[in-house]
């Protein structure tokens, strides 16, 4: 009996002690979890931060450049007022990616607000060349558009996809030599998408880089190894701004020959 009872005690001791380090772990693991959530928290704060005193600043500076542009109009010569206007699609630009900062996030949570609506390939294409040409002409690069057949419209967002397009072709840009073409290419599948295609003819990307490009942050470790890539938070945006519209994004690229970065979207009915 003696011997019995050693035992049952013994086991005893034994399920209190496994349910104590299980608690134990529980408690550790809930208390990583919170301070996880808390540093996120507060990231997310100092980034919302961020972006209203950039905001700010660069608001003013857009607004001083129009002023000047209106007062200046018919006293300068076209040298000056090109400088004054590229001064603005600069500042417009900086705008842009600093709302950008907070989209990622808003798109993964539901919070940025979609508008869906059949709009024509064609008016996509056209805008989007035009906002990065003074840019293109900068650098001597030729934009191209190049569609196949009449491309029926598309059912998106027409700022988001703006956005996306704008990005794709300043991502191309910057890694573009002179007198080399960017085309921007618009075809239908038959899987119900319209395919537009943003094909450079720049350095390309490392193979190994190419799994890679539209993780957040790409761009920093890139650059660190002397890869010339055109990632960062830009193609993190793209990624979840096409997926959030039920469109896919993919990218094609060879080192040395270029790199082609295409966007699917749903046709509209």
Same mark, same amino acid.
């Given at each position: 009996?003696?011997?019995?009872? /050693?035992?049952? +005690?013994? !086991?005893?001791?034994? !399920? *209190?002690?496994?349910?104590?380090?299980?608690?134990?772990?529980?408690?550790?693991?809930?208390?990583?979890?919170?301070?996880?959530?808390?540093? /996120?928290?507060?990231?997310?704060?100092?980034? +919302?931060? $961020?972006? !209203?005193?950039?905001? %700010?600043?660069?608001? #003013?500076?857009? %607004?001083? *450049?129009?002023?000047?542009?209106?007062?200046?109009?018919?006293?300068?010569?076209?040298?000056?007022?090109?400088?004054?206007?590229?001064?603005?699609?600069?500042?417009?630009?900086? &705008?842009?990616?600093?709302?950008?900062? &907070?989209? =990622?996030? /808003?798109?993964?949570?539901?919070?940025?607000?979609?508008?869906?609506?059949? $709009?024509? @390939?064609?008016?996509?294409?056209?805008?989007?060349?035009?906002?990065?040409?003074?840019?293109?002409?900068? #650098?001597?690069?030729?934009?191209?558009?190049?569609?196949?057949?009449?491309?029926?419209?598309?059912?998106?967002?027409?700022?988001?996809?703006?956005?996306?397009?704008?990005?794709?072709?300043?991502?191309?840009?910057?890694?573009? =030599?002179?007198?080399? @073409?960017?085309?921007?290419?618009? /075809?239908?599948?038959?899987?119900?998408?319209?395919?537009?295609?943003?094909?450079? +003819?720049?350095?390309?990307? =490392? =193979?190994?880089?190419?799994?890679?490009?539209?993780?957040?942050?790409?761009?920093?470790? %890139?650059?660190?190894?002397?890869?010339?890539?055109?990632?960062?938070?830009?193609?993190?945006?793209?990624?979840?701004?096409?997926?959030?519209?039920?469109?896919?994004?993919?990218?094609?690229?060879? *080192?040395?020959?270029?790199? @082609?970065? %295409?966007?699917?979207?749903?046709?509209?009915?």
């Amino acid at each position: 009996m003696a011997f019995a009872e /050693r035992s049952s +005690q013994l !086991h005893a001791a034994r !399920h *209190l002690w496994n349910g104590a380090a299980n608690l134990a772990v529980f408690l550790a693991i809930a208390a990583m979890v919170s301070t996880i959530a808390a540093s /996120r928290r507060r990231q997310d704060e100092l980034l +919302q931060f $961020i972006v !209203h005193d950039l905001r %700010s600043p660069m608001t #003013n500076i857009q %607004s001083g *450049l129009q002023t000047l542009q209106e007062m200046s109009e018919g006293k300068l010569d076209d040298t000056d007022q090109e400088l004054i206007a590229m001064a603005l699609v600069s500042s417009d630009r900086v &705008l842009t990616l600093v709302n950008s900062l &907070l989209d =990622p996030p /808003r798109i993964e949570s539901g919070k940025l607000p979609l508008h869906l609506e059949a $709009i024509p @390939t064609e008016e996509l294409v056209t805008t989007a060349l035009d906002q990065v040409g003074m840019w293109a002409r900068q #650098n001597q690069v030729d934009l191209k558009a190049d569609g196949d057949g009449a491309p029926p419209a598309v059912m998106a967002d027409r700022v988001v996809t703006g956005r996306v397009l704008v990005n794709l072709l300043s991502n191309a840009l910057k890694y573009s =030599p002179p007198m080399s @073409t960017i085309t921007l290419r618009a /075809r239908p599948s038959d899987d119900g998408h319209v395919v537009l295609s943003v094909e450079d +003819q720049g350095p390309g990307i =490392p =193979p190994e880089w190419v799994d890679k490009v539209f993780d957040p942050f790409t761009q920093v470790a %890139s650059r660190k190894s002397g890869a010339a890539t055109g990632t960062g938070l830009g193609l993190t945006f793209c990624q979840k701004a096409v997926q959030a519209q039920g469109g896919r994004i993919w990218l094609k690229s060879k *080192l040395g020959h270029g790199t @082609t970065v %295409s966007v699917a979207l749903p046709k509209a009915a």
